[in-house]
């Protein structure tokens, strides 16, 4: 009952601390915060579900696995990297910014995005790892 | 050699294949012989490493020719003797392959212009005759005696090397050629008793001489074909080789004579006296070989009238001696390899009588031996002669003459030995059993022997064509020489005389004679075998001590040299580079400051004192918050921030983990010494940070980075927080980096807990990927709830 | 071309995350590796052909001039590293197509090793000295990976001794940037060049310069600070050992050689003094610790510290004959001591062990083996004409050159003993008989034979070639060495031509 | 201030360092944590402690304001602070699983990788052992 409350509460906290977490993210390239500050407080709000749920029903909640996520965001950051050379004249990771609407988008903010993307996925990693059952030791391999 | 495809039956066909290779050069030396022998020489060269002097180069002279008809003619013979002698033994293919590779090393070596292709081909006959040795290679003693040869001729040849790099330097080339073209002495460099020194430790160990020799006579534990080969007639002349050739550049002086003389007189007398007290046929011809060794070093070291020159007579009795003993010893040891394949041994005890059913190998070993005890009109004869008469008028006359005398005798009585004893006498049961040989095993030593003969009876044509090239090579050649089977009756004669009459006697009274100093020999207290085994057990010993000291397999203890060096090393630069610069005067430190400071302080503290896992866990988080309170208080509020995060992650990631490991109560107290120890080298390494930490920053920082960064994070990064441009676009790299260290921990974490149901799970996602989506969100939450 | 700089660093890491993003599908995994192996090679080739012809070349991440952004450079040095780097990843992706073929440990081994190979180019190529140290932890990560997968119990205890002494040297090469920076403020290796001329304190510079000393010591394993090495490399998959043998410690080597020409060369006396008598200790403490062993990974490993003796020699004693030896000496040593890995771990494979008391029999059942063992092990042993005596003669000129005699000596001592080393292993593994108690591993399929022994015979054949025919690869260590010894031409590279006059100026040198 | 970060660096440091030096896993582990901070703390008051202001600039600004904190070390440390927890999470782990397997903390009783026959005799001569 008690955690059953706790979940729910957990789950409203959860989604409050993600917004903020984006928040942060979008913002960071003008205020303090960005891609690490963003992702680390979105990591602690997955951490905390992990606290108070079973770390079985995080994984299946993100429904990812989190390290696939983490490549991802890698794989972001290093696009947004290329996106420079293959625009031509630039070189790896030099800023290409358009603006649409007045809002001005470059690869830098991909780039953070991906940074983003990439201290969730790898925070949640350790903290699902460690947090779920010891493994047994493997049978095999040993000599 | 299944393995490269290459059917076993056809392997000895490819072996008497081989011989056209020695044959084809030695012909292609002797159409050579003309345009030497009238003073022309011949110079190729490939460029290896021009900027450094360093080429493949090679040239033929005299001396060069000299040994190339002797590797390339006796070649033949072994290669056809051993397509023979080595038939139905295993892994023929590559035997032959390193015979041939010997054989063209030795080529190379000799031919070598440049020092360090000499030096080359040096190592690769090492190498080569290594594998030669070892190819019995199943056999314990094989591979020690393979190993042996390698390691003591190694010492030498990195010696060697050492010379001639110091050489080079000195003398500005490596080629041979210009070395020898010019005024070639180096003898009064400042370099040349090293140069002397470690040149002549290269061609000591590679020719035997004692005591360094003792690895040739294990040798013997080769096939005879090989032996044959190697330690009679090339590899081990190599050493005498390099001697008369750097004569002209390292030769004449004092030490050069001294040394070589003292060396080789001592080398030939003791391998003599060792080699009639053997009963091995192998092992007596192998000391007879240090013996010619010896002769050889001894006689290129004898000075000549004027200071600082050889004697020219004694050169060319060394040169002699090179071709006689050669012819002689191939020889010989062809018909020992004939005995051993006929009766399968080689002891001298179990012979008698064999000249009865081994004919052909009788008449080998017949005309062999008698060149090998001096006898007219054979070539070995004209051989001695030109040693007595050199030795007695060189300079160390008595000492030398003597020497060679007493070795030349004992060189009678073991030239009996293996022509006489196993083929004379009563017909023992290895005569009895013994089968025939066919004309492969022959050949060879009759060929030679009678080689012998012809160069005897034709002393002129044979010197003028062979040895005074060579001898010209060296040093110039004596005025007025004649050489000859016959100068008329001399002193000198008698002197002949008598050595048969002592190696007769010798040979006549072998086992009163020789009991003693056979005993003596064997049980002498300092051997070279002795000392190379000690050294390398010694090395074995000391090595594991001392990495069992360094590699302790204690962590703790790495840390704690690790942390050590660091101290003493930037301790010490501190003080002896006078780095250190305290601040003047009292800093203003505000309160809270202080506070923070004095709160770190007793958190770290606590860390290191509680015996509560807890609290460590606790304090670990109060420094972290308390230095983000620095970092926010200084203007760093990204950094505060995230430290801020990451700080709490830690203690949450920590406090997982370390909860699951055993508390601190069963902890292994250390002794006060060891807290002690760690404490001051703790102290030191925060000493020294601190002391270097203030006089970095004594002086304000250079901003000019910052500024451009602040003035181009609105124009070029279009960000308004400078921390974040930096990050994400000035240095973007940096932060791939970073993000890739923390996906990559994240899988290595993973493969780190590996576990049996994340494959079930991996399975599950394939599968749910698989089917509809809506069923595995139903099952997610009758799950949850 | 400049985007090939890029390209090496970035190609392995997009694939190392592209592995990661396939997991588990083995076959996709092996196969990304591979084609990456091979497109890496070309990348690398391409570079070094680039940088032969038209000299340094150089790219501002970014767009951002140096010394403000981070710079790329590919001198002769850097280019050569990552050609090297690319064929020791290439042959261990091949090899590992048979060594790890274990569901389980191929998700765990590719990616990873892809970026190992990434960062170790990242390390070789930056010109910028916080992001060699980014390159750094990257590499000590994905070595970390590598070293644990598998899991068993030696490896975990392996891996907490590399990962508790790399984790000291990392933070204390970070703390020797932080100084540097607070003395010079800049990070820009070339523009570090031009300003650590003008710090006052020079006696400081010098303690900064023996905290790089420590720091890339412990990285490349000198004495005293070797300990992780031995204690580790023995203990994963021979692919992992063989990629760990052939390029880590090289890192460290280069660094050192990037940072003592580039940067700390106000007191060579000093700094490359202590240097010169770090390298003598270094030599001998490896190649004893290698007597004292009999498994060959571990007289191997030993093998790597002796050996890492004779490159910083070539350093400390900082002449331009003495640092193309040294670079010779890198390029040699990677192709021949992964090799000798990996014929270790095939000697594993095709004999039963690796341990000279069980292992026998090479010679007469695998010929073809004992041959490959042959010229990698003779070549580190120093014999010619293999490339291990063009290096060693390369030192050993260069020492007498100098007139460091004793070093000299002590070069040709270690280079016997490490004769002798290598000489047992041939004496009692290859031609011994195999033991009555040992018995034949089972037969291995021809595919997996052909994959084990591919990369070695070509390895081996790059050994012989260099041997037989050392002109290119002198004429390359050459150039980097040259290059090296006198940084003006790097320097004027980075930074261009008009801001080296005027810093050059401003400071009264004249470069 | 620089002085007292300097004296507090030294402190870390000197802790840490102790800490390694145990012969418990757990305090390894604790010392680890610890020795990041060191070079953090070395960076930033490197690059200078006197400003007091974040570098930031305000919106419609082309340049920073007087006083504002050196940049460049705060994004050097963002960096190194998020490496040394990476590395740090994934030594914590090792720690745990090394003595899951290993069944010990005493680091001085890990011996697999380096058993005593091929490493060594009497432990104590150095670390003075057990009590």
Known sequence: MNTLILRETTRVLFTLILVFSVATLLRGHDAPGGGFVGGLIASIACSLYVFVADPKDVRRLVRTDPLKTAAAGLSLAVLSGLIGILSGGGTFLSGQWVEIGGVKLGTPLLFDFGVYLVVVGAVLTFVLEIKEPAPEPPARGDK | MAALGIPTARVPVLLRAAVALPAALFAWFCSLVPHVSSGGSLYWEIGWIPQQGIALSFFVDGLSLLFALLITGIGTLIVLYASEYMLGQPQLLRFTAFLLAFMLSMLGLVLADNLIALFIFWELTALTSFLLIGYKHEDAAARRAALQALLVTGVGALAMLAGFVLLGETAGTYSLRELLAGDASLAGASHYPWILALVLAGAFTKSAQYPLHFWLPNAMAAPTPVSAYLHSATMVKAGVFLLARMSPVLGGTEAWSVTLVGFGAVTAVYAALASVTRTDLKQVLAYTTVMALGTCVMFLG?????????????????????????????????????????????????????????????????????????????????????????????????????????????????????????????????????????????????????????????????????????????????????????????????????????????????????????????????????????????????????????????QRRYILVVFATLALSVGATLVAKDAIHLPSRVPSVTFGEWALVAVIAASVLTVILTRSRLLAICALGVVGTAISLVFLLRGAPDVALTQLIVETLVVVIVAIVLLKLPDFRNEIRQPLSARWRDGAVAVAVGAATTLVLLAVTERPPQLELTEYFESMAVPGGRGHNIVNVILVDFRALDTLGEISVLVLAAAAVCALMRRRFRYRFDRVQRLQRGHAARSSRARVSREGA | MSWLLAAAIVLPLACGILGLLLRPHRAMQQAVSLVAGIAHLGIATSLLVTVWREGILVVQVGGWPAPFGITLVADHLSAAMVLITSVMGAATIVYALCDIDERALVKDFHPPLQALIGAVCGAFLTGDIFNLYVWFEVMLIASLALLISGGRKAQLDGAVRYAALSLVATTLFLSGIGLLYGMTGTLNMADLHLRVQQVENQGLLSVVAILFIVAFGIKAAVFPLFFWLPASYHTPKVAVSAIFAGLLTKVGVYSMIRVFTLIFTHDVGYTHGILLWTAGLTMVTGVLGAASHNELRRILSFHIISQIGYMVLGL????????????????????????????????????????????????????????????????????????????????????????????????????????????????????????????????????????????????????????????????????????????????????????????GAGAGVGE | METVIAVLVGVLMASSVYLMLRRNLVRFVLGLALISHTANLLIFSSGGLQARFPPLITPGELVPGPDVANALPQALMLTAIVISFSVFAFLLVLAFRTYQRLETVDPDSMRSAEPMAAGAGVDGSVSGGPQ
Not at chain 2, 337 to 361: K, Y
Not at chain 2, 495 to 514: C, D, E, H, N
Not at chain 2, 549 to 554: C, F, K, L
Not at chain 3, 415 to 430: A, C, P, R
């Open chain 2, 302 to 554: 004898l000075p000549g009238e004027a200071a600082g020159t050889v004697h020219p007579a004694a050169v060319v009795a060394a040169t002699a001696f090179i071709l006689v003993h050669a012819l002689y010893k191939a020889a010989l040891f062809m018909v020992v390899g004939m005995i051993e394949r006929a009766t399968g041994s080689r002891d001298l005890a179990r012979h008698g009588g064999l000249r009865h059913v081994l004919g052909p190998a009788f008449a080998g070993a017949a005309l062999a031996g008698v060149s090998m005890a001096g006898l007219p009109p054979f070539i070995g004869f004209v051989g001695k002669e030109l040693l007595y008469s050199s030795a007695y008028e060189s300079g160390f006359g008595g000492f030398a003459l003597f020497a060679i005398f007493a070795a030349s005798a004992l060189v009678v009585t073991s030239a009996l030995m293996v022509a006489v004893l196993p083929f004379f006498g009563e017909m023992k049961q290895s005569a009895r059993d013994a089968h025939a040989v066919c004309w492969q095993l022959w050949i060879g030593p009759v060929v030679l022997g009678l080689l012998g003969l012809v160069a005897g009876v034709a002393t002129g044509p044979v010197f003028r064509a062979l040895v005074l090239p060579a001898a010209a090579a060296i040093a110039p050649l004596p005025e007025h020489f004649e050489p000859g089977l016959w100068h008329g009756f001399s002193a000198l004669m008698l002197l002949s005389l008598a050595t048969w009459a002592v190696g007769a006697l010798v040979f006549w009274k072998r086992p009163s004679i020789l009991s003693w100093p056979a005993a003596r020999l064997d049980r002498l207290p300092v051997t070279g075998d002795r000392v190379y085994d000690a050294t390398l057990d010694g090395i074995a010993r000391f090595s594991a001590a001392l990495t069992r000291r360094m590699q302790s397999g204690i």
């Open chain 3, 316 to 503: 400390a004693l900082f002449t331009p004959l003495a640092l193309v030896g040294a670079v010779f000496y890198i390029l040699h040593h990677i192709i021949v001591k992964a090799n000798l890995f990996f014929v270790a771990g095939a000697a594993e494979r095709l004999s039963g062990s690796s341990d000279l008391k069980t292992l026998g029999g090479v010679y007469r059942e695998q010929p073809l083996l004992a041959a490959l063992f042959f010229v990698p092990a003779f070549s580190l042993a120093g014999f010619p004409p293999l490339s291990g005596f063009w290096a060693k003669l390369l030192v050993i000129k260069a020492s007498v050159e100098s007139q460091q005699y004793w070093i000299a000596a002590v070069a040709l001592a270690v280079g016997l003993l490490t004769m002798y080393s290598m000489t047992k292993i041939w004496v009692n593994g290859i031609w011994k008989a195999r033991p009555a108690s040992a018995e034949k591993p089972p037969p291995l399929s021809r595919a997996n034979r052909a994959l084990l022994l591919g990369p070695i015979i070509c390895l081996a054949a790059m050994t012989l070639a260099i041997g037989l025919w050392p002109g290119p690869l002198y004429d390359l260590a050459e150039r980097a060495g040259h290059e090296v010894m006198d940084p003006s031409n790097y320097v004027e590279a980075v930074l261009g031509r008009s801001e080296t006059a005027a810093l």
